[in-house]
């Protein structure tokens, strides 16, 4: 069973652009929830999406903002980019079914911002 | 948010020997997960906990849920140097869906 992949593994940008990041999630799993990891600050929880509906939000302003596909792909866009988004984004997939399930990750996409 | 207070922050042990690590905090969790991260990926799971006082092992490792359900312990015999990583615990509080919160990480270097 393939494991959750993200795209793109790199990326660089500039202060002021946008960007977007994706992740499929694991074969039947209905669960995506997105996190930022950075030095300072550790894993820190951005959203989840459950059958393309945004079930829980952390706290990070309005600039950050995702969405869910029919086939649990999910996507995620930071718009106006700061110096301090720069962290790898890290997506993790559960089946759904209840809370408390395990989280599987992918590899992250790491983000600089310049 | 939830604070959970993972400890020690970095670890340097010499091959063979055990190592133990916990998280604690002043909130009551539902869940415990303990991940391991290695340079340049994302975390992979270990052990999952669900009820206060469980104990589960993997292989060399084996985690406890904490009967106030306010911490957990992973602890590692026997260590190897593919052990070398940073440890994370997670920890689900009630009634947030699947917002899980992260200790702040245990670097683990193993001395061959």
């Given at each position: ?34 996190y930022q990891q950075t030095?300072?600050?550790?894993l ?42 720069s962290a790898l984004y890290l ?17 992250g996409t790491q983000l600089?911002?310049? | ?39 340049g990926?994302g ?70």
């Amino acid at each position: 069973k393939a494991g959750v992949t993200q795209t793109p593994r790199y990326l660089i940008k500039t202060r002021g652009q946008q960007v977007t990041l994706s992740c499929s999630p694991i074969s039947g799993h209905r669960s995506v929830s997105w996190y930022q990891q950075t030095p300072g600050q550790g894993l820190q929880f951005l959203f989840e999406y459950f059958s393309e509906t945004q079930r829980n939000k952390g706290n990070f302003p309005g600039r950050f903002s995702g969405r869910q596909f029919s086939n649990s792909r999910s996507e995620m866009n930071v718009s106006t980019l700061e110096l301090g988004d720069s962290a790898l984004y890290l997506c993790a997939s559960s089946s759904g079914r209840g809370p408390g399930e395990k989280l599987f990750f992918g590899s992250g996409t790491q983000l600089s911002v310049l | 948010g939830q604070q959970l207070n993972q400890s020690p922050q970095s670890m340097f042990i010499q091959e063979g020997e055990d190592v133990s690590m916990n998280c604690t905090s002043s909130s009551i969790f539902n869940t415990w997960l303990w991940y391991k991260q290695e340079p340049g990926e994302g975390p992979v799971l270990l052990i999952a906990l669900y009820k206060a006082g469980e104990l589960t092992s993997n292989g060399r490792l084996t985690a406890q849920f904490g009967i106030t359900r306010k911490d957990s312990f992973l602890n590692i015999s026997a260590s190897i140097p593919s052990d070398v990583g940073i440890y994370f615990c997670a920890a689900l509080y009630p009634n947030t869906g699947n917002q899980f919160y992260f200790g702040t990480g245990t670097s683990l270097t193993v001395i061959p």
